[in-house]
C-alpha cells in the first residue's frame, strides 16, 4: 500500500470511527472475560466452601466444576461475538474505506 493511500485512509472520518468502535468493543469484551476469570480465582481464593459443594445432593460434581466450564464457554462466546460484529460490522466498513481512498 502507497503511503498515499494509508494517509487517505488515515485521515478519512469514517476510519477514525471504525478505530473508536473497535477499540471500544474489544476493550468491553476484554474487561468481561477479566472479570469472569478475575471473579473465579478470587472464589477460589476467598471461598472454596461454595465451590466444593456439590450440585445436587447426591452428586459427585462441585460448583466449581460447572462454574469453570462456565467460564471457558463465556470466553468463547464473547470471541464469537467479537468475530461476528467484525465480520458484520467492520469488514463492510474496512472495505468501503480503502474503496475510497483507492479512487
Known amino acids: 500500500m502507497s503511503e498515499l493511500i494509508a ?3 488515515q485521515s478519512n472520518p469514517k ?5 473508536r468502535r473497535r477499540n471500544t468493543l474489544s476493550w468491553t469484551l476484554s474487561a468481561l ?3 469472569m476469570y478475575f471473579g473465579f480465582t478470587l472464589m477460589i481464593a476467598f471461598t472454596p466452601d461454595i465451590l466444593t459443594q456439590p450440585i ?3 452428586s459427585v460434581i462441585p460448583v466449581g466444576m460447572l462454574m ?3 467460564v471457558i464457554v463465556a470466553s468463547c462466546v464473547l470471541t ?3 468475530v461476528y460484529v467484525a465480520n458484520q460490522t467492520f469488514d463492510p ?3 468501503e ?3 475510497e481512498a483507492s479512487k
Do not use: F, P, T
Not at 15 to 19: A, T
Open 7 to 9: 494517509s487517505k485512509i
Open 15 to 19: 476510519y477514525m470511527e471504525l478505530v
Open 33 to 35: 472475560v477479566c472479570i
Open 56 to 58: 445436587a445432593a447426591d
Open 68 to 70: 469453570g466450564v462456565g
Open 80 to 82: 464469537g461475538i467479537y
Open 93 to 95: 466498513i474496512v472495505s
Open 97 to 99: 474505506i480503502v474503496s
